[in-house]
Each structure stands twice: as C-alpha cells, then as structure tokens.
C-alpha cells in the first residue's frame, strides 16, 4: 500500500487534515507498529570493506541506525572461502545503537575482563600491540551474514509503498483514525479501530516474532 493510498483512506473520513500531518503520522506510528511486532525480517551481508564500519583499538563497530536495523538475531561468520564457520571468530554484542565485534580467543570461551580487542585498523594494517593474536577481518572471516528485524524506510513520496503487507498497513490506517475519533469525541468510533489496530497487532506478532518455518533467511541485499 503507498503512502497515497493511506493518506486518502484516512481522508474520506477526516478530510481537514491535510497530506503533510497525515505523512508525519503515518510514518511514526509505521515505525512503532513494525517495532513492536518484529515484522520485517530479513537476511544481509556484511562485508569486510563496507564503509560504514568504524575502528579503534579495541573493536569494530556498526552504527545500527544507518542500516535501518532494529535488531540482530542471528550472526554467521563466512570465511574467506564461503564456507560458513561453526566456531565464532569473535563475540558480538548490541550496545545502544552499535554492534560491536570483539576479538575471542580461538581456544577459549573466556574473553579477558575489560573487553579485549579487535582485529586491524581501517586500512588493513595491524594494530600495534605485536603480543595480541589478532582475528584479521578479511582473512579468518570476510563476511557477516545478518538476520534482523529491520526498522522500515521512511515512506517519503507518495508513490512509496510500505514493507509490509496491505493487511499489516491496515493497522495504520486504523492506528491513525482512533487518534483522529478521539480528538472528535467520537468514542464509538476510536474504540472500534483501537481493537481492530490490536487484532492486526497480534497476527503481526505471529508472523513476526514466530516466523512462517525456522529456517534460515538467505541474504537478500549487501550494505554496500
């Protein structure tokens, strides 16, 4: 559904309010609805030369905000070959927007307290300290591949249409019009599409958070 036809199904029934506040709420409570049901999934490659990485000497880090990425579920690390590694060359972690990569031992579960460190600086040379085992991005693994649950594009033309299903974008259209009956003191009416926005919320969340069968996304986009 596009940005065009929500905004005018909105407006048969509240026609004073114009494109510009509707477009604005819209996109906001897409967002919200696409985060709180885990909705969008997919699979992304990483790679070692993506820009959008940043270094220092103790990790590497993504800024998450960038890519749209609500959330990781899951991370493979492929190595150079394209085999898939079974053993994590490093750990990762979530820390406020940023995924962080941290170098781990290949022998040990155990990474020192402090955080240890990360691999090679932005132009592929090593870091300084000679006594660290460093991972090399590039050579032990060159490619991540991500699943995630992706923060939806901003819906910024008319012509563009939403991530999720015409179903799903019903939710915010109904989302929409109990804030717009509200305001109208037309409580019947904001009560009825509050309930239909939770119904839509709930099989979203099925599909979103349980998945349609388990298996494994295969990536559909690089970051590049």
Not at 3 to 18: D, F, H, S, V
Not at 92 to 115: A, F, H, K, S
Not at 122 to 142: C, E, P, S, V, W
Request: glycine residues 6%.
């Amino acid at each position: 559904m596009t940005l065009q036809n929500m905004i005018e199904l909105i407006q048969e029934e509240y026609p004073k309010y114009g494109e510009s506040y509707l477009k604005i709420k819209i996109n906001t409570l897409y967002k919200n609805f696409c985060h709180r049901t885990q909705i969008i999934r997919k699979a992304i490659n990483l790679e070692a030369t993506d820009t959008a990485w940043t270094y220092d000497d103790k990790t590497a880090q993504l800024d998450l905000r960038v890519k749209l990425i609500d959330k990781i579920k899951k991370i493979t690390f492929v190595g150079p070959n394209g085999v898939r590694l079974l053993q994590e060359p490093c750990q990762w972690q979530i820390l406020g927007n940023y995924l962080q990569l941290l170098y781990r031992e290949p022998l040990c579960d155990v990474i020192e307290e402090g955080g240890i460190t990360f691999l090679v600086d932005k132009d592929g040379n090593h870091l300084a300290d000679q006594n660290i085992n460093y991972i090399i991005f590039g050579d032990t693994f060159n490619l991540l591949t991500l699943e995630i649950v992706a923060i939806p594009k901003p819906l910024v033309n008319l012509t563009d249409d939403t991530e999720i299903s015409d179903d799903f974008a019903d939710a915010i259209i109904y989302g929409i019009k109990e804030n717009l009956a509200f305001g109208a003191k037309d409580y019947p009416g904001a009560s009825y599409c509050k309930g239909k926005y939770k119904e839509l919320v709930l099989e979203a969340l099925k599909e979103g958070i349980e998945g349609k069968d388990g298996t494994p996304l295969e990536p559909t986009m690089h970051f590049q």
